[in-house]
Structure formats: structure tokens, C-alpha cells
């Protein structure tokens, strides 16, 4: 059985979405998989919902805690991104016991199995990545880019990593986040991983980190698709089998892409409340009933336009 180890980092406002991304990720994980999960946290211990349940159904899983304790109580914090985010960058030195680790934000579902994705030959860089679409094509975000000495177009998400600990801790990087994340960078823990890393990413496909942006680009067939920021294996079957990170709306929250896939994936776990369910989609229900006529017509021209594509 292969053991892959996955770091998560979040706070207890994400408890059920924590719960949802740990049973998107058995219930793609092959029969010879083995998930050693291990949550970064300061202070209290986060709750995952129903997380006994979730490990009664699924025996090839372990779950372990590792606390930072107050190493970013200093860090900056903006746009409702908590210092959660920055637990990350402390995984060499808290998760001695592997060279490497898978790191996931916790509003994405997984749909692959990582084993292929674990082996992925890292050569001599500290992270694989995805490229972050918006802010390398955006002409505001690239002027921003520019202001923090990095190149534009050459920018990488941090919410979806493979994670080169052996190396971190060879060239004793961890102090370098640390100094870093006191000053205020506007895409927080983002801006010190490329920073700090520059030259020193791999990209890895896209399919393991889907975001809205690229959804958009498979299926209206831009591009994108011709760049280094979306590469082979990338087709049409990437919009069923890729892994989906929610990085805008959250699907528990509001209406977004692929919500639906959010949402049957946590009707198919042993969490599943059919209230918290009915809730919902009963309070989004009548939502649309107090909508105003203009905005009706203008949802049914969006759905002639680009729904029924």
C-alpha cells in the first residue's frame, strides 16, 4: 500500500468544508492508497464535522495534529483570509517524519487519486504548483507582480502544492517565511512562497487544482489552453475527472461553478444532514422568488447564451 501524506490548515469556521474535501479525497483514493492527513493549527484544535464517521467508513486514513503555536500571531491578514493560511509554510519543520507532503486548501474536492501526482519528479524545486491564471493575464495584477520583484506571467497559486520538505529544510527556508510574514503582501502566504522560492516552483497539470478560471478556459476552448499555464494532460475530460478548487464563492456559502459537484460530493458522505441540505437550496429558492423581473430575464439570457453551451 502506498502511504501519501496531505497537510491541511484551517480554522474551525471550515469545519464542514474540511469534513467534505476529507471525503472527496477517500472516495477517489484507489484500494491501494493510504492518506497519513496531518492538520497545522494554532491555539485549539479545529473540529472537522462528523470526522469519526468519516474514519469509521474509510480504514485507509490516519489523522494527526501539529500546532504552531504562535509563530504568525504577527502575520498580515486581509480580504477575510485568516493567519490559518500561513500555517503551510511551517510543514518542514512540524512534519520531520516525510520529505515530501501534498498540501490542499480545504475548499476544493478531490476526484484523482495523488499517487501519480506524489512521484512527480520535483528536480530541485521546493513546490510543485499550479500557475494562478487571473493574476498572470490580469495587465493590474501583473503591474503588482512586478512591485514585489517577481516576473509577471510567472506566478503561482499556493492553494494546491507538492512540497519539497527535504529541500526546505536543506536550504532552512522556514525562516525565511517566518521573517516574510509580517509584512504586508497583498495575497498574504501566496506572495512569500514565490517570493521566497522564486525560480524554485515546478508547474504541475492543472487537473489537480481546478479553478474557476480554468474551468471557464476548458470549456470555452480560450487561449489559455495553448500557454505553459495549462498543459498536457489537459482535455475536455478535465471538466468531469479534475480536482476542483472552489478559490472564489464557496459553494456551502452561495450559487457557483461546479457547486453542484460540492454539494452531491457531501450527499454522498457519512456526514450528510438532508437538513443542512434541504436549507439550503430551499433558502437559494427563495432567493430567486424575490429577485426583480429585470434580473430574471437577464438570468435567462445567460442561460440561452452560455448555459445550454
Known sequence: MKTIPIVLTFDSNFSLPAAVFITSLMQSASENTFYDIFVIHAGEVPAITGIDKIMETYPNMAIQYRSVGNVFSKAYEVRGITKAAYYRLMAADLIPEYDRVIYADVDMIIRLDMTELYDYDLADNYFGAVYALGINTSEESRKYVSSIGLTPGDYFLSGFLLMNLAKIRHDSLTKTFIDLAEANYKYQDQDIMNIACKGKIASIPYVYSMTIAAFEAVSKKTDLLNTKYMYNPFNRDSLIYSN?????????????PNMDQWWECYRKSPIYDPEIYFTFFNNKLNHLDQLSLLK??????????????
Open 296 to 309: 430574471r430575464i437577464k438570468l435567462l439570457i445567460r442561460y440561452f447564451i452560455h448555459g445550454r453551451k
Open 244 to 256: 476542483i478548487h472552489y478559490n472564489g464563492v464557496k459553494p456551502w456559502n452561495d450559487w457557483c
